[in-house]
């Protein structure tokens, strides 16, 4: 049975994001400890999040550029410099020795992957008009995840005794040459992007209706939803042997394969009401991973937190895809600046609060997940 051209490139795409997350992921799975065994002073451990931030702010960049430049040429671009910047480095790592070449290495995956987002999700967007985008974007997910999880799992082999960092990150070349390769043959099979070819140019203020209250809800959840690199940071401050910061990652990428592709069926189901138990669920995970020492407390937070991100993989992104209408690559634009920007300060918020009061950072996590809900409820009730 022939199988039609979008649902190929589709699961070509889709198979690129396994690949290419068994390789970054499984490099920062064990970013931290490849800088101690280089004998890198503490602080540039901790300032591994600086490539977070970074990530989010080229993601931002990477919006602003894909609304303003509507080309089917220049998405293909941004996604595959992405790529090849994001996957490119992480077998490099394998011969830096020297601890400050691995942090720079390490800060370009981060701006590679965020140079891909938007470009990557308006083609996505696209390719899934079809199947729906809830079920499309959670079978993406689902696959992406599945590389999240093996790619840890194939590091942590390694440095049991088979060969330690050096053949840990060779073998992650296989991996991302697999990706490279499949993201080049998705752009000869499929080479124009139908819906980024309008005469219509969005100015970056906020748009009306229910794109706007849904934009407000997410920059609220993501400003104050904490990233991985605290967590862990967090988890090791606390005494808790370093390891269980790395199992605690591959059951939180665990549970958002798990729930991606339910959950985008719900999506088509239900629409943007599939969002409201969302801001529930990220005030556990933040208050249970920055605030519990109890293993099964941190487990459970662990699969709530991998909840949240299979959200932001799924059903947030086919959110954008339906509310947007007929300007889905503005919408992926402005929705990944506002992501970007939030979740950028939203770390070094949560950080500080972290350090100044913890009663105040519970406080924080909660206002603003509560405020969230209200505007995801709006997002439902108004039209655009």
Same mark, same amino acid.
């Not at 996957?87 to 070449?101: E, F, Q, R, T």
């Not at 079920?135 to 330690?164: R, T």
């Given at each position: 049975?022939?199988?039609?051209?979008?649902?190929?490139?589709?699961?070509?795409?889709?198979?690129?994001?396994?690949?290419?997350?068994?390789?970054?992921?499984?490099?920062?799975?064990?970013?931290?400890?490849?800088?101690?065994?280089?004998?890198?002073?503490? #602080?540039?451990?901790?300032?591994?999040?600086?490539?977070?931030?970074?990530?989010?702010?080229?993601?931002?960049?990477?919006? #602003?550029?894909?609304?303003?430049?509507?080309?089917?040429?220049?998405?293909?671009?941004?996604?595959?410099?992405?790529?090849?910047?994001?996957?490119?480095?992480?077998?490099?790592?394998?011969?830096?020795?020297?601890?400050?070449?691995?942090?720079?290495?390490?800060?370009?995956?981060? *701006?590679?992957?965020?140079?891909?987002?938007?470009?990557?999700?308006? #083609?996505?967007?696209?390719?899934?008009?079809?199947?729906?985008?809830?079920?499309?974007?959670? *079978?993406?997910?689902?696959?992406?995840?599945?590389?999240?999880?093996?790619?840890?799992?194939?590091?942590?082999?390694?440095?049991?005794?088979?060969?330690?960092?050096?053949?840990?990150?060779?073998?992650?070349?296989?991996?991302?040459?697999?990706?490279?390769?499949?993201?080049?043959?998705?752009?000869?099979?499929?080479?124009?992007?139908?819906?980024?070819?309008?005469?219509?140019?969005?100015?970056?203020?906020?748009?009306?209706?229910?794109?706007?209250?849904?934009?407000?809800?997410?920059?609220?959840?993501?400003?104050?939803?904490?990233?991985?690199?605290?967590? $862990?940071?967090?988890?090791?401050?606390?005494?808790?042997?370093?390891?269980?910061?790395?199992?605690?990652?591959?059951?939180?990428?665990?549970?958002?394969?798990?729930?991606?592709?339910?959950?985008?069926?719900?999506?088509?189901?239900?629409?943007?009401?599939?969002?409201?138990?969302?801001?529930?669920?990220?005030?556990?995970?933040?208050?249970?991973?920055?605030?519990?020492? $109890?293993?099964?407390?941190?487990?459970?937070? $662990?699969?709530?937190?991998?909840?949240?991100?299979?959200?932001?993989?799924?059903?947030?992104?086919?959110?954008?895809?339906?509310?947007?209408?007929?300007?889905?690559?503005?919408?992926?634009?402005?929705?990944?600046?506002?992501?970007?920007?939030?979740?950028? #300060?939203?770390?070094?918020?949560?950080?500080?609060?972290? *350090?100044?009061?913890?009663?105040?950072?519970?406080?924080?996590?909660?206002?603003?997940?509560?405020?969230?809900?209200?505007?995801?409820?709006?997002?439902?009730?108004?039209?655009?």
């Amino acid at each position: 049975m022939k199988i039609d051209k979008k649902i190929r490139v589709f699961l070509i795409l889709s198979f690129v994001s396994l690949f290419a997350d068994m390789t970054y992921e499984g490099a920062r799975s064990v970013g931290g400890a490849y800088l101690e065994v280089l004998k890198a002073p503490l #602080i540039f451990a901790g300032m591994l999040s600086i490539g977070e931030l970074l990530a989010y702010l080229f993601r931002a960049f990477s919006g #602003i550029l894909v609304t303003k430049y509507r080309s089917s040429s220049f998405l293909w671009f941004l996604t595959i410099t992405g790529y090849v910047t994001n996957l490119a480095v992480i077998p490099l790592l394998a011969i830096s020795g020297n601890w400050i070449i691995a942090f720079i290495l390490y800060m370009l995956e981060r *701006i590679g992957k965020g140079l891909r987002g938007p470009s990557r999700d308006i #083609i996505l967007s696209e390719l899934i008009k079809g199947l729906g985008s809830g079920k499309g974007f959670g *079978i993406h997910e689902f696959l992406d995840q599945l590389g999240a999880v093996s790619g840890p799992l194939i590091v942590a082999y390694y440095l049991a005794g088979h060969g330690g960092f050096y053949y840990a990150y060779l073998f992650l070349a296989i991996p991302a040459i697999i990706a490279i390769a499949l993201v080049f043959s998705a752009m000869i099979q499929y080479p124009k992007i139908e819906s980024v070819h309008t005469d219509k140019r969005i100015s970056f203020r906020v748009p009306r209706g229910t794109f706007r209250f849904f934009l407000v809800s997410i920059f609220l959840i993501s400003v104050s939803f904490t990233q991985w690199g605290i967590i $862990s940071y967090r988890i090791t401050l606390e005494g808790i042997e370093a390891q269980y910061a790395a199992i605690l990652y591959v059951l939180a990428m665990a549970a958002d394969a798990a729930v991606a592709i339910p959950l985008g069926m719900l999506f088509d189901k239900y629409g943007v009401k599939t969002i409201y138990p969302i801001p529930i669920i990220s005030i556990f995970s933040n208050i249970l991973l920055l605030f519990e020492n $109890s293993l099964f407390l941190l487990f459970l937070g $662990s699969i709530l937190w991998g909840t949240v991100t299979g959200y932001y993989e799924s059903v947030f992104r086919a959110a954008v895809a339906e509310l947007a209408k007929e300007d889905v690559a503005g919408g992926f634009g402005v929705y990944s600046l506002v992501q970007g920007i939030a979740m950028g #300060i939203g770390g070094i918020i949560i950080a500080v609060f972290y *350090i100044v009061s913890k009663s105040a950072l519970i406080d924080y996590i909660i206002a603003l997940n509560l405020i969230a809900m209200l505007f995801f409820a709006l997002s439902t009730k108004r039209s655009i």
